[in-house]
């Protein structure tokens, strides 16, 4: 591996006007803008190094990418996406979000963090090791999506008609972070999500307040429904939800327990005054990883301008997001919401589930990990922080749960990368490193 790390030292600059140009295609997922340019360069740098690669669309979808390339029993699957978010508010940037400007060892753009650097960083893998070694040590797939931004609408009928693709003995998932001090987190799974609209409608139009006394207001009637799916300390009180929350083992909490997690340093960044619930930090960590969570996105009713209006609003209506653990489906958490409001008379707040990801969970043997940390300990110079799952969500349960793969989410994203905000950004250095982890990586698969 010297060589091939060497070879990523020597030539570290010219993987920086690359990733550059992948950078400057804007490739929002609700658009168009940028998202060819975006699928041509990616196909011409998996031609290049011999791929082969089919674009796939499925009804309307942005091109699916996938690439194979390599030989041997053994294979890994790498998922990816190549759209990012829109970059409003655009004058918090410091510089165009599609610049993709270096400064002070970073480089910022849209994407950089979420995810064309790590889509970025896992061609260069491949490529560099060609360069050094001749050929691969395993086979490689790269499965490349185009909509993880806006939900992955069409992932569900890709898998549906292209699973046998996607068999392998690990996927390499794309999300996470590196630490403070740079040693990566690596989970194996991800939390799954039921995004919902909350709706309560009472009246045709909205009407003058004076009939508040007898008429009531839907505001308010979503408040009560809301406030009867949670309590104070962040717990879900929804019926019959509880049993489906796996206990978490002994051995579960101990592995908890040695993750290296600065509660501070977030603390810091977000100017908390606390955390929900502030019990004790090892709680926290189990509860981040473990607990299911609903959570308001937004919430909105009646007359919200500065000046004055009595009235009753005519409706209203909040966004969810639910947070699942493994078990928990969708259409699980939307059932059982509904029992749940009927029982307690709210029949006039309609539910409708726009987006639904299920969960997954899935850790690779003890070998593999023990390898992982080997090459943890070469490229990011200490141990590796195996962490149980995302608390996020993704698209992982479609792509994996066919062929049940184990899975290790990686990224080089670091704490400050903004991912979704203003001034994203990827420090040079993990994207380096970022290389190397996953050359290494491809040699365990020998
Ligand atoms: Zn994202």
Same mark, same amino acid.
């Given at each position: 591996?010297?060589?091939?790390?060497?070879?990523?030292?020597?030539?570290?600059?010219?993987?920086?006007?690359?990733?550059?140009?992948?950078?400057?295609?804007?490739?929002?997922?609700?658009?168009?803008?940028?998202?060819?340019?975006?699928?041509?360069?990616?196909?011409?740098?998996?031609? %290049?190094?011999?791929?082969?690669?089919?674009?796939?669309?499925?009804?309307?979808?942005?091109?699916?990418?996938?690439?194979?390339?390599?030989?041997?029993?053994?294979?890994?699957?790498?998922?990816?996406?190549?759209?990012?978010?829109?970059?409003?508010?655009?004058?918090?940037?410091?510089?165009?979000?599609?610049?993709?400007?270096?400064?002070?060892?970073?480089?910022?753009?849209?994407?950089?963090?979420?995810?064309?650097?790590?889509?970025?960083? %896992?061609?260069?893998?491949?490529?560099?090791?060609?360069?050094?070694?001749?050929?691969?040590?395993?086979?490689?797939?790269?499965?490349?999506?185009?909509?993880?931004?806006?939900?992955?609408?069409?992932?569900?009928?890709?898998?549906?008609?292209?699973?046998?693709?996607?068999?392998?003995?690990?996927?390499?998932?794309?999300?996470?972070?590196?630490?403070?001090?740079?040693?990566?987190?690596?989970?194996?799974?991800?939390?799954?999500?039921?995004?919902?609209?909350?709706?309560?409608?009472?009246?045709?139009?909205?009407?003058?307040?004076?009939?508040?006394?007898?008429?009531?207001?839907?505001?308010?009637?979503?408040?009560?429904?809301?406030?009867?799916?949670?309590?104070?300390?962040?717990?879900?009180?929804?019926?019959?939800?509880?049993?489906?929350?796996?206990?978490?083992?002994?051995?579960?909490?101990?592995?908890?327990?040695?993750?290296?997690?600065?509660?501070?340093?977030?603390?810091? +960044?977000?100017?908390?005054?606390?955390?929900?619930?502030?019990?004790?930090?090892? +709680?926290?960590?189990?509860?981040?990883?473990?607990?299911?969570?609903?959570?308001?996105?937004?919430?909105?009713?009646?007359?919200?301008?500065?000046?004055?209006?009595?009235?009753?609003?005519?409706?209203?209506?909040?966004?969810?997001?639910?947070?699942?653990?493994?078990?928990?489906?969708?259409?699980?958490?939307?059932?059982?919401?509904?029992?749940?409001?009927?029982? %307690?008379?709210?029949?006039?707040?309609?539910?409708?589930?726009?987006?639904?990801?299920?969960?997954?969970?899935?850790?690779?043997?003890?070998?593999?990990?023990?390898?992982?940390?080997?090459?943890?300990?070469?490229?990011?110079?200490?141990?590796?922080?195996?962490?149980?799952? +995302?608390?996020?969500?993704?698209?992982?349960?479609?792509?994996?749960?066919?062929?049940?793969?184990?899975?290790?989410?990686?990224?080089?994203?670091?704490?400050?990368?903004?991912?979704?905000?203003?001034?994203?950004?990827?420090?040079?250095?993990?994207?380096?490193?970022?290389?190397?982890?996953?050359?290494?990586?491809?040699?365990?698969?020998?």
């Amino acid at each position: 591996m010297q060589d091939f790390y060497r070879y990523v030292e020597d030539h570290s600059r010219e993987y920086i006007p690359e990733l550059q140009r992948l950078l400057r295609e804007p490739s929002i997922s609700s658009n168009t803008v940028g998202i060819s340019t975006t699928v041509s360069l990616l196909e011409k740098i998996m031609r %290049r190094m011999g791929c082969e690669v089919h674009q796939i669309v499925i009804q309307d979808s942005k091109p699916f990418l996938f690439a194979e390339i390599g030989e041997g029993e053994r294979s890994i699957l790498f998922y990816n996406h190549y759209d990012v978010q829109p970059v409003e508010p655009l004058n918090h940037w410091d510089s165009g979000p599609f610049m993709a400007e270096v400064k002070n060892g970073h480089i910022y753009a849209r994407g950089a963090a979420d995810n064309k650097g790590n889509l970025f960083a %896992r061609l260069a893998a491949v490529e560099t090791y060609l360069k050094v070694n001749g050929r691969l040590p395993c086979r490689v797939k790269f499965l490349l999506e185009g909509e993880e931004e806006v939900g992955s609408p069409h992932i569900e009928a890709f898998v549906r008609r292209h699973a046998e693709m996607l068999n392998a003995d690990l996927c390499f998932w794309e999300s996470g972070t590196v630490n403070q001090d740079g040693r990566p987190f690596l989970s194996f799974g991800m939390k799954g999500l039921a995004y919902l609209e909350m709706r309560c409608r009472t009246l045709p139009s909205d009407i003058h307040s004076s009939w508040a006394p007898i008429i009531d207001n839907p505001a308010w009637r979503l408040l009560y429904a809301l406030s009867s799916i949670r309590d104070e300390s962040g717990e879900l009180t929804i019926d019959g939800l509880a049993d489906h929350i796996e206990t978490i083992s002994e051995e579960e909490k101990q592995r908890v327990a040695e993750i290296d997690f600065d509660f501070r340093f977030y603390r810091d +960044l977000y100017k908390l005054r606390d955390f929900l619930n502030p019990s004790d930090e090892q +709680l926290l960590l189990q509860r981040y990883f473990f607990s299911p969570t609903s959570n308001i996105s937004g919430i909105h009713s009646g007359y919200t301008k500065a000046e004055t209006k009595t009235v009753i609003p005519h409706e209203a209506w909040a966004n969810l997001d639910f947070r699942l653990v493994p078990h928990m489906s969708p259409e699980l958490v939307v059932g059982l919401l509904r029992s749940h409001l009927n029982r %307690r008379n709210f029949h006039d707040v309609d539910l409708t589930l726009k987006c639904g990801l299920a969960p997954y969970r899935c850790q690779p043997k003890r070998e593999i990990l023990d390898n992982v940390a080997v090459a943890s300990r070469e490229v990011f110079h200490g141990e590796p922080i195996f962490v149980p799952m +995302l608390a996020a969500s993704g698209p992982m349960h479609y792509v994996c749960s066919p062929h049940r793969l184990p899975v290790i989410s990686f990224s080089i994203a670091h704490p400050g990368s903004q991912i979704h905000a203003p001034n994203e950004n990827i420090r040079i250095q993990d994207l380096l490193r970022g290389i190397m982890f996953i050359g290494r990586i491809l040699e365990i698969f020998s």
